[in-house]
């Protein structure tokens, strides 16, 4: 380790330490210190803070000197926390203190004018916004990567039948294209809400101070462009108190693990050996401590069971904003561990759940003989009347009583006898055996949305210029901030 990691005067002492007499006790330190959470941001407090030295010399508070010693000392600190070569110190207070701390260890008096015209507050949201703009490009990428996988699925079994459930009986055939497309359809609503979130947390703070601002010459809009914001927060009140991008996003993560859970229940009941639709790799699933022949889907399982914890995260930090007044409450010290906690389960169930799929076999011919039966076929008997004229609900009532027969007789609605689609009504014809196959039940719903293979290829089109629309460009490339 570097000697600039070397913590030797009193630099290091809390940033408001001034006012009083005696430190605080050890454990009120242990317990008020949030390091353990907000070093995950150190990179981008230091971006902040070479931003903030650049407009303080455009503002005329420090000299050109000041400025470059300061950014120079800043990126130091990031080369040597990038390398390994400083460590973040624990007993610090926070990142901001351990930055600032450090910065002057290594430059000096200089060091002690970055804070100038700034507060803890309005820097530690800023920090947030520009954390979160970047884990939000990065969840997004790995959303982009699942839609991917899905789609390339989808588009090898157009054909490849599959039984549609609602209250979990059968009720329509669909194909496995058709099915996957509903997750990833699902899954585009939550890279574009995360997307709509970025885009109202695209506004700094900085410049508002503790609550009300400063009679310092501080430019705020040349800061916030610097960082690359859309512009700036209209009220220096609400610039500290807001957390909105924290419960937006946090809200946004608990429907995206829904989505995932709601997919990984289909696939433990897929894997099971009643329906044996789906063959996971072994590499994403476990065996049994007892009984040697099983194989579960404990991956998904997991994904399913972390979904609670998500949103324990989110209906923590809604509670601790619930009843808080303005402008800024060391309560709010408390929404990082939740909000990194919630994102930190989403996008790694996100990457898990992508490979799990990918490496997924479909059995294609147990999931088409399951189309057989289960009366998949009734409403198109139903339609069939419907086209010839008959009201729905009346040709609802005939299609129901042949398959009543049916089912006295033990046999699919395509094994009848004629003589009782006759006895039924003398609108049928022969031509109704050949109508109601599964893959002509599939194949003749083409209405927008509708599992027939050309509609599907259209839904495949469309997901795919999404991920085109939306994949980063090299100018947009993600920085790791974790440490």
């Known amino acids: 380790m570097s000697n600039h990691g070397t913590i030797t ?13 005696e430190g605080p006790d050890a454990d009120a330190v242990k317990f008020e210190t949030s390091i353990n959470d907000d070093m995950r941001m150190a990179f981008v407090d230091i971006e902040g803070s070479k931003a903030h030295a650049k407009m303080l010399c455009k503002s005329g508070l420090i000299s050109e000197n000041e400025r470059n010693q300061i950014i120079d000392g800043l990126d130091s600190i990031r080369k040597d926390l990038a390398s390994d070569q400083l460590k973040v110190d624990l007993s610090a207070e926070d990142i901001h203190s351990f930055i600032e701390a450090t910065l002057t260890d290594r430059i000096g008096e200089a060091g002690k004018k970055v804070h100038t015209g700034r507060s803890r507050n309005d820097q530690i949201a800023l920090d947030e916004k520009l954390y979160l703009r970047h884990q939000i490009k990065k969840l997004g990428s790995e959303i982009l990567k699942l839609i991917d996988v899905l789609v390339k699925i989808a588009s090898e079994n ?5 039984p549609g459930f609602t209250h979990m009986q059968h009720a329509q055939p669909v194909t496995l294209a058709h099915h996957l497309c509903a997750w990833a359809w699902m899954f585009s609503r939550d890279f574009t809400r995360l997307r709509d979130a970025a885009k109202r947390a695209d506004f700094s703070p900085i410049g508002s101070c503790a609550l009300a601002g400063s009679g310092l010459p501080l430019d705020r809009a040349y800061e916030a462009e610097l960082l690359g914001f859309s512009g700036v927060t209209d009220n220096s009140l609400d610039s500290v108190s807001d957390r909105d991008y924290y419960l937006e996003v946090a809200s946004d993560l608990s429907i995206l693990q829904m989505h995932l859970s709601r997919a990984c229940e ?8 009643e329906f044996n ?13 007892i009984m040697p022949q099983k194989k579960n889907p404990d991956f998904a399982e997991l994904i399913r069971g972390k979904t609670g914890r998500v949103y324990g995260d989110m209906v923590a930090l809604f509670t601790m904003m619930k009843g808080l007044p303005l402008a800024y409450d060391r309560d709010m010290q408390e929404d990082k561990s939740s909000f990194f906690e919630a994102y930190d389960t989403v996008i790694s169930s996100v990457r898990i759940f992508t490979e799990m799929v990918r490496t997924a076999d479909w059995n294609k ?3 088409a003989a399951a189309c057989d039966g289960g009366y998949l076929n009734a409403t198109d008997i139903a339609d069939y009347l419907v086209c010839k ?7 609802h ?20 006898d004629f003589t009782e689609y006759e006895k039924a009504s003398n609108l049928f014809e022969k031509d109704i055996f050949e109508l109601i196959k599964p893959e002509k039940c599939v194949e003749i719903r083409k209405t927008i949305g509708g599992p ?13 210029a999404f991920i085109k629309d939306n994949t980063l460009t090299e100018e947009d490339s993600i920085d790791d901030f974790i440490i």
């Open 277 to 289: 639709f789906v063959d996971l790799s072994e590499k994403w699933s476990t065996g049994s401590s």
């Open 452 to 464: 027939s293979p050309s509609e599907v290829q259209k839904q495949i089109e469309k997901l795919s």
């Open 365 to 367: 011919e147990l999931m």
């Open 397 to 416: 009532g005939v299609s129901a009583g042949l398959v009543r027969i049916a089912i006295e007789k033990n046999c699919r609605l395509e094994e009848l």
């Open 158 to 162: 157009k054909n490849s039948l599959i």
């Open 266 to 273: 289909e696939i433990v009941c897929w894997s099971t050996t």
């Open 9 to 21: 005067n009193d630099n290091h002492a809390a940033l408001w330490h001034g006012r009083f007499k």
């Open 389 to 395: 004229g008959m009201p729905f609900r009346t040709a």
